[in-house]
């Protein structure tokens, strides 16, 4: 092969054909650097747009040294500072007609564009030399700094912050999972004296074998591929994955209270220690549809405490599994202080029901059916392709498990989800929080 910027690159290029059993519809193309820098080539949505994502393997849960949290969604903002070649980021994106954003989470740091398909070189130039070459001084480092405390700040004016903030510390012992994406209060507000480190730590993340690009759109598939060899092959590879420590299996009930200083009505937080993501695994694929049948919006507790009874004004069902095992989340915002108590019984009662019954099966049926229709409408653009495949990048590397998920999902019978809550939903594992207000909420 031909040597590019002087590197002589080894590329496998993988085209992958939708299968008839697939759920995902479209065929792409696969292609691994040497530097372990991949790309996923997806050929979809509307003509002349591209969607140009790239994914970073790391969020908050990479933050394991003590008094370094936040410097993942840190550098969220930072990678919005250009370089010696663009160091007016913006500007030349906004020249392009391109759309651009960015988001943090626990398990990864994600960067958005969507643009014109005749722009794609020059955001791939754009692109790849802010991931290997971001210039930033010591001074725009401290603006910047001061910029998220000023988010940390406005943030609290929420009460679901104070509430997760003490969901985690209180449920997570060891794991990185203990504190919020934001990071600790004491990290923000020191941050301006971590310029140093964040070079440490962008130097250690943003590495080619932690990025996997969706390239999704309308573009030539070979052109795009000489593309990437391009614009990425010079790219250092030396990214060491850190050591994350396993949370301890919790053994005993726990429970906690927090009061937000603003105005706010109770809220009720019962959260059970839940698995890790995986796409093979039938009970935590379970544990997921175990959420919506137990207590998501069609449930029978939803109808009773929210519809029928009016007690809850709000319940929300966060069973979303992550990289590591996190936490199966049931939030209830609670009008009478007098009914938490009432409140809590019920949640504990729906979740010993699924212990002890099998659901039904055409309740569980119709579930799959709409978690299915849900990933298959998000596939209507380019930019909703990228983001449908997000989540199975971070635990993955890969977008390859997508349909060996949704064929695991349709697996699962009453008898899996059973096992699930068996499992789960234990008062071992259970973490209790409830949030009430310094101010009478009117």
Known sequence: MKPILGVLVAAAFLAVPAQATDIFPYPYHKLELDNGFKAYLIHAGAPGQIA????????????????????????????????????????????????????????????????SSDSLEKLMDIESDRFMNLDYSEPDFRIEAGAILGEF????????????????DTAFDRHTYKHLTIGLEAD???????????????????RPENC????????DENRAEQLVRKYYASWKPGYVAPTIQPEPEQTAPREASVEFPGSS??????????????ATDREAVASQLLGELAFGENSAIYRKLVLNEQKVQNMSADFDLQ??????????????????????????????????????????????????????????TAQGI??????????????????????????????????????YLVPNHRTIVILTSKQECR
């Open 153 to 168: 700040n406005q943030g609290r004016a929420n009460p679901y912050l104070y509430l997760e903030e003490k969901v985690h």
């Open 323 to 380: 990289r590591d095992p996190g936490l199966l989340a049931v939030t209830s915002m609670v009008p009478n202080p007098k009914d938490l108590q009432y409140v809590q019984d019920e949640v504990e009662k729906t979740a010993a029901l699924y212990r002890e019954q099998l659901c039904d099966e055409q309740k569980l049926e119709d579930t799959k059916k709409a978690l299915r229709y849900g990933f298959l409408m998000n596939l209507e």
């Open 265 to 278: 009505l109770p809220m009720l937080s019962i959260n059970y220690k839940g698995p890790a993501w995986s």
């Open 386 to 423: 990228a983001f449908s495949l997000v989540g199975i990048v971070v635990p993955t590397g890969g977008i390859e498990a997508v349909n060996d998920y949704y064929a695991t999902l349709e697996s699962v019978t009453p008898q899996d989800v059973k096992a699930a809550a068996d499992r």
């Open 52 to 115: 140009y994502v790239t994914v970073v393997r790391t969020g908050s849960r990479e933050e394991w040294e003590p008094g370094r949290t936040g410097y993942a969604h840190f550098f969220e903002h930072m990678m919005f500072r250009g370089t010696k070649k663009y160091p007016h980021y913006d500007t030349v994106l906004t020249s392009i007609g391109a759309d651009n954003n960015a988001f943090t989470s626990n398990d990864m740091t994600v960067f958005y564009s969507v643009a």
């Open 188 to 206: 923000v507000r020191a941050m301006p004296e971590g310029y140093e480190y964040s070079r440490k730590f962008f130097q250690h993340y943003y």
């Open 212 to 219: 996997v690009l969706l390239l999704v759109g309308d573009f």
